[in-house]
């Protein structure tokens, strides 16, 4: 199944919550998160004590959300069509989600995903959007401690600040 993703919502804005959402293109199967402000608060905290790199953290939440989005239905995706939320951070964008997928025993190919402009007529911009509109239209709540278990799971390797 192929879908595109989109997300209502900007992480930076952590005074509102933030809703991630795919849908298949004829909208056959269609699923949302929603996390909180006061949990991207928190985690922008926890991260921030870390030690990681200031402009990684927003990408980290990001990802962490699109594991939880794309786990339950992994096995049936084939590719996935990522609206362009952070333009220029694709690449690193990747690289996290191959790197907590494979930390859970899943594989992501990078021939199965990419990034591009989906437009307001997209299913998952229309779930998306309900969503942040009304919570209870997500498939999960997302907490900030669910985030970092996901986050602690995985290698971080080269995005952590190194000691100076």
Not at 22 to 30: D, L, R, T
Not at 106 to 124: D, H, Q, Y
Request: proline fraction near 3%; aromatic fraction near 10%; charged fraction near 30%.
């Amino acid at each position: 199944m192929k879908v595109e993703i989109d997300l209502s919502g900007r992480i930076e804005k952590t005074e509102e919550g933030s809703a991630l959402a795919f849908a298949s293109k004829k909208n056959i199967e269609s699923y949302s998160v929603f996390i909180s402000g006061w949990h991207k608060r928190r985690l922008l905290h926890e991260l921030r004590k870390k030690d990681y790199l200031p402009e990684t953290l927003h990408l980290k939440i990001f990802c962490g959300l699109l594991f939880f989005l794309l786990e339950p239905y992994w096995p049936k995706i084939s590719t996935v069509v990522l609206d362009q939320e952070y333009t220029g951070k694709e690449g690193g964008i990747f690289i996290l989600l191959e790197e907590i997928f494979k930390a859970h025993g899943l594989i992501i190919k990078k021939e199965n995903f990419c990034v591009r402009r989906i437009g307001k007529i997209s299913p998952a911009h229309k779930k998306a959007l309900v969503t942040f509109r009304d919570l209870r239209k997500a498939g999960k709540i997302i907490s900030s401690k669910a985030v970092l278990e996901v986050l602690s799971r995985k290698k971080i390797g080269s995005l952590r600040t190194s000691p100076v």
